[in-house]
């Protein structure tokens, strides 16, 4: 099976960054100053701007509690989101 592009977001960022997906499947990106958000395939909802952010974003979660935390090198901030995490089923067997 061939790989698919979903987005392009070269027009963003200078180089790529942590991705983080909720519940609906929309994907929050690290974008140069601030977070894109986009629902695939190849739809942007929008952009965030992260005006006191200075420094590359490292890694990104979005917690049970509907908060984006993005952490810096120095510095760790939250974000207020509409959406929890992506869901993953729970108790599954793995048979050998």
Do not use: H
């Not at 983080?20 to 190849?42: C, F, H, M, S």
Request: hydrophobic share 40%; proline share 6%.
């Amino acid at each position: 099976q061939q790989s698919q592009i979903l987005l392009d977001y070269s027009d963003y960022a200078s180089q790529p960054g942590p991705i983080v997906v909720d519940n609906k499947g929309r994907l929050y990106l690290a974008v140069d100053q601030g977070i894109l958000v986009v629902e695939t395939p190849n739809r942007v909802l929008g952009r965030v701007t992260l005006t006191n952010v200075t420094d590359p974003i490292v890694s990104m979660t979005l917690g049970e509690d509907r908060f984006l935390y993005i952490a810096t090198k120095d510095a760790l901030y939250r974000l207020k989101t509409k959406s929890g995490p992506m869901e993953f089923p729970k108790g599954l067997v793995v048979k050998m």
